[in-house]
């Protein structure tokens, strides 16, 4: 090999490598290209998700606290005679919605297991409807659709296994967001406030969202003229006041988890536990407050970043980290909707390749308490680790 051809051969080597996603993405669009885009692109992204984190479900145990805790409100809803404030089923007094529907059902754990994941599928269906909307370009929609799999919003429709329906709430509150009818967001808003409270600042964004959508000029006053912004605000008053309305007629006690100790106790872990609410997604809204804050919108960009801080503030005054920075998923649309209507194309376009390359990367790490970190092991692993007889390493173990 002579000096000559080196640059040669080592520039055609880097071409190859390049072509590589090209050529992914062609074949994405290919498979977008029909009317039924919509269920391909929401196929790929559950089949992403499970890939990348799949659930061992032997350490699925029904008849653990947390599922006899369900059982127990999806028998006797609003009923706290005999519980103390450290019983599972007291902490789960105001998170009805999806007990309430399995009750009536008669559904066992298994079956809300299902309810929990086809609530992941229609957050995938919702995402990619979304960004869709948005960009205009069904590729986006697939790739963020894919990224909201990879990290926990969307992966713990499948391997949280310890009756914590908060996929079912996310899905609700993306569903809010897909949808332009301010009756559909009104009642999106109120079931995710009562599957996990957790959903209620999240409403926030929800409505930030819409204003950022349908509103001609951007404005805190202007905003409260959208009938979407409204319905999404009629949710969460109606969630308080039908709240209240039970703590009365039921004589029931507010249960809180919230602890100035778990905070002190919990900072080390802020880093890790908020990457993990929204991974790639952390790029639209760096994004999404640099577009605020040129466009001189600083009630908003205030009221965004300091939701979003609050929200870190309050992830860390639990236990589980990770399962309350994963509720910041609608902040990461309200970037991509800012990053749609105020930047160009290609850096919406780039930024969309980013945040899927960032997720895709990064494995599905679950952050909860002082130093407590979990790996959801990808299929591959499970599968090998099934053969060699080695269980536990999960979420729910």
Same mark, same amino acid.
């Given at each position: 090999m002579t000096a000559s051809t080196l640059p040669a051969e080592r520039s055609l080597g880097l071409h190859e490598l390049g072509s590589v996603p090209r050529a992914g993405l062609r074949l994405l669009d290919r498979s977008l290209s029909g009317r039924w885009w919509l269920l391909v692109a929401t196929a790929m992204a559950t089949v992403v998700s499970l890939f990348f984190a799949f659930p061992t479900y032997d350490n699925f145990h029904s008849n653990s606290k947390d599922w006899?805790?369900? =059982?127990?409100? $999806? +028998?006797?809803?609003?009923? =706290? +005679?005999?519980?103390?404030s450290t019983d599972r089923a007291y902490n789960f007094t105001f998170r009805v919605a999806v007990p309430l529907v399995g009750g009536r059902l008669g559904l066992g754990p298994q079956g809300y297991m299902v309810i929990q994941g086809l609530a992941g599928v229609a957050m995938f269906a919702a995402s990619a409807h979304i960004v869709n909307r948005l960009t205009r370009r069904r590729r986006l929609g697939a790739l963020t659709a894919m990224t909201v799999g990879l990290m926990w919003a969307g992966a713990c429709s499948f391997v949280e296994l310890r009756g914590d329906f908060d996929a079912v709430a996310i899905a609700l509150l993306a569903a809010a967001m897909a949808t332009r009818r301010w009756y559909l967001v009104t009642v999106c808003c109120f079931l995710a406030a009562w599957t996990d409270e957790r959903a209620i600042p999240a409403i926030a964004f929800v409505m930030l969202f819409h204003a950022v959508v349908e509103s001609r000029e951007l404005g805190p006053l202007k905003a409260l003229r959208d009938p979407r912004v409204l319905g $999404? $605000?009629?949710?969460a008053v109606l969630h308080v006041v039908s709240r209240a309305g039970a703590t009365v007629v039921f004589d029931l006690h507010q249960p809180s988890n919230l602890g100035t100790q778990y905070i002190k106790d919990q900072v080390n872990i802020l880093p890790v536990g908020a990457w993990t609410g929204l991974e790639g997604l952390w790029v639209f809204v760096l994004i999404g407050a640099v577009v605020l804050c040129m466009a001189r919108q600083w009630v908003l960009a205030l009221a965004y970043l300091g939701l979003i801080g609050l929200v870190a503030v309050a992830s860390i005054a639990v236990v589980d980290v990770t399962r309350s920075m994963a509720y910041l998923l609608p902040a990461g649309f309200v970037g991509i909707a800012l990053a749609a209507r105020y930047c160009q194309p290609r850096l919406v376009r780039h930024a969309v390749y980013l945040a899927f390359g960032l997720s895709l990367a990064w494995p599905l790490y679950y952050a909860g308490g002082a130093s407590t970190v979990y790996w959801a092991y990808p299929l591959p692993l499970v599968i090998v680790r099934n053969l060699a007889g080695i269980s536990g390493g999960s979420v729910g173990s």
């Amino acid at each position: 090999m002579t000096a000559s051809t080196l640059p040669a051969e080592r520039s055609l080597g880097l071409h190859e490598l390049g072509s590589v996603p090209r050529a992914g993405l062609r074949l994405l669009d290919r498979s977008l290209s029909g009317r039924w885009w919509l269920l391909v692109a929401t196929a790929m992204a559950t089949v992403v998700s499970l890939f990348f984190a799949f659930p061992t479900y032997d350490n699925f145990h029904s008849n653990s606290k947390d599922w006899v805790a369900i =059982q127990k409100i $999806a +028998d006797h809803p609003f009923n =706290q +005679d005999g519980l103390t404030s450290t019983d599972r089923a007291y902490n789960f007094t105001f998170r009805v919605a999806v007990p309430l529907v399995g009750g009536r059902l008669g559904l066992g754990p298994q079956g809300y297991m299902v309810i929990q994941g086809l609530a992941g599928v229609a957050m995938f269906a919702a995402s990619a409807h979304i960004v869709n909307r948005l960009t205009r370009r069904r590729r986006l929609g697939a790739l963020t659709a894919m990224t909201v799999g990879l990290m926990w919003a969307g992966a713990c429709s499948f391997v949280e296994l310890r009756g914590d329906f908060d996929a079912v709430a996310i899905a609700l509150l993306a569903a809010a967001m897909a949808t332009r009818r301010w009756y559909l967001v009104t009642v999106c808003c109120f079931l995710a406030a009562w599957t996990d409270e957790r959903a209620i600042p999240a409403i926030a964004f929800v409505m930030l969202f819409h204003a950022v959508v349908e509103s001609r000029e951007l404005g805190p006053l202007k905003a409260l003229r959208d009938p979407r912004v409204l319905g $999404a $605000a009629l949710g969460a008053v109606l969630h308080v006041v039908s709240r209240a309305g039970a703590t009365v007629v039921f004589d029931l006690h507010q249960p809180s988890n919230l602890g100035t100790q778990y905070i002190k106790d919990q900072v080390n872990i802020l880093p890790v536990g908020a990457w993990t609410g929204l991974e790639g997604l952390w790029v639209f809204v760096l994004i999404g407050a640099v577009v605020l804050c040129m466009a001189r919108q600083w009630v908003l960009a205030l009221a965004y970043l300091g939701l979003i801080g609050l929200v870190a503030v309050a992830s860390i005054a639990v236990v589980d980290v990770t399962r309350s920075m994963a509720y910041l998923l609608p902040a990461g649309f309200v970037g991509i909707a800012l990053a749609a209507r105020y930047c160009q194309p290609r850096l919406v376009r780039h930024a969309v390749y980013l945040a899927f390359g960032l997720s895709l990367a990064w494995p599905l790490y679950y952050a909860g308490g002082a130093s407590t970190v979990y790996w959801a092991y990808p299929l591959p692993l499970v599968i090998v680790r099934n053969l060699a007889g080695i269980s536990g390493g999960s979420v729910g173990s």
